[in-house]
């Protein structure tokens, strides 16, 4: 079998960590985008977990014993404030951010996550839909710039009636008023057409 590539290897190494606890997790960020869209240079890895039970503490330990080391120092106060455990896969190199799922927005991405196939290896990713979803909400210009390679490449094949929906129910909330204005632009584009 020829090697892995790093994030594979990254991620093989993550799913045994995972398996045991709850195995409620997806990939999202720029991996994801690898697969729903068009390929673009990255050198980390995202996923998102819904951490049962929720020890952290108890969670860096595990993950420090199957070779990732957490990049800060006091786990608590910095997941307590960003939801974030930023490690690095000691055998690749590559950095991984573990955000711990808290709203219902990424309890929808963590049911309507995808099992996907690379390689010899299965896992989950966030669904195009809500990538396109959590990519405008970013709003940044290479996050808008995937929404556009998503679009061209899922075309005919994306719920965007949930897209909208969705996008309306955030700038509900969020008091904004630029989420569904922003997925038109980028339509209107020509993305899918």
């Known amino acids: 079998m020829p090697p892995r590539a790093a994030p594979v290897e990254l991620l093989a190494d993550l799913i045994g960590v995972l398996r045991e606890w709850g195995d409620r997790w997806y990939v999202f960020g720029a991996q994801a985008v690898l697969i729903w869209g068009r390929p673009r240079m990255t050198a980390d890895v995202d996923v998102t977990v819904a951490l049962v039970p929720d020890e952290p503490t108890r969670f860096v330990s595990d993950m420090r014993a199957a070779g990732f080391d957490l990049r800060v120092l006091d786990v608590d106060d910095f997941v307590r404030r960003t939801h974030v455990l ?108």
Do not use: M, W
């Open 86 to 193: 930023p490690f690095v896969h000691s055998k690749t190199g590559l950095p991984l951010d573990v955000v711990i799922a808290a709203s219902g927005l990424e309890s929808g991405f963590l049911d309507r996550a995808r099992r996907t196939r690379v390689g010899d290896l299965e896992f989950p990713v966030i669904s195009p839909e809500d990538l396109v979803i959590a990519k405008i909400l970013s709003g940044r210009p290479k996050d808008l710039e995937d929404v556009s390679g998503v679009l061209a490449r899922q075309k005919g094949r994306l719920d965007i009636a949930h897209i909208r929906e969705t996008l309306k129910a955030l700038e509900t909330a969020l008091a904004r008023n630029d989420l569904v204005p922003e997925f038109e632009r980028l339509i209107g584009r020509g993305a899918l057409r």
